[in-house]
């Protein structure tokens, strides 16, 4: 495990299976219907059951960037934030903004339900084909930014599936350090 003190809160990063963690709110790396689909999605409603899926169908899709919550269904954690990575083309095409909305969208929803523990996936970096070496240092930081800026959520926990992706969050938390003889950005 990995972590990081930001505004109070804590930031980590650890290796594991999004669908068992005991924080308040897990957010689902969704597509825009919101009508399920492969991956850490069709993960989230086989373990929550289908009472999420009949929530989902209320909320009428959700663009890229945007963020939308229902309970938890059966899962430990009593709320799913679904939000709606960007499909990566080639990096120029706004990715990176998009991919930085959905975290601080995510939060400002987390914020509202008054989640204090929120669980994220690596949005984007599986079908929709982010690089993981670009979207860990975009998704920790837009989590940092927003941390610093609200009071009110205690730990931001990013849960990886695969080791490779871990070491890439890992690393890019270890870049946000501040530590001595290196500029803080
Ligand atoms: P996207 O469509 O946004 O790319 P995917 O679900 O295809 O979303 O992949 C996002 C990331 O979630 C990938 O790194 C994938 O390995 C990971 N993932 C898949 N299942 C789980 C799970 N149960 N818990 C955490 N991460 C998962």
Do not use: W
């Not at 209320?58 to 799913?80: D, I, M, N, Q």
């Amino acid at each position: 495990m990995s972590a990081l003190v930001v505004g109070g809160a804590m930031i980590e990063a650890v290796r594991g299976d999004i669908t068992r963690e005991p924080v308040d709110a897990i957010v689902n790396a969704a597509n825009s219907t919101l009508l399920g689909g492969g991956g850490v999605d069709g993960a989230i409603h086989r373990a929550g059951g289908p009472g999420i899926l009949s929530e989902c169908r209320a909320l009428g899709g959700c663009e890229a960037g945007e963020a939308k919550a229902t309970s938890g269904g059966e899962l430990r954690a009593r709320f799913v934030i679904h939000t709606v990575g960007p499909i990566y083309r080639d990096g120029r095409q706004g990715e990176a903004a998009l991919l930085a909305g959905c975290h601080k969208r995510s939060l400002e929803v987390a914020l509202e339900l008054g989640a204090r523990s929120v669980a994220f996936p690596a949005i984007s970096c599986g079908v929709y084909g982010y690089p993981v070496h670009e979207a860990a240092p975009i998704a920790v930081r837009a989590v940092a930014e927003f941390l610093r800026a609200h009071s009110g959520i205690e730990l931001v926990r990013f849960v990886l599936y695969s080791p490779e992706v871990y070491r890439e969050f890992e690393h890019a938390l270890e870049m946000l350090r501040p530590s001595p003889g290196r500029e803080r950005s």
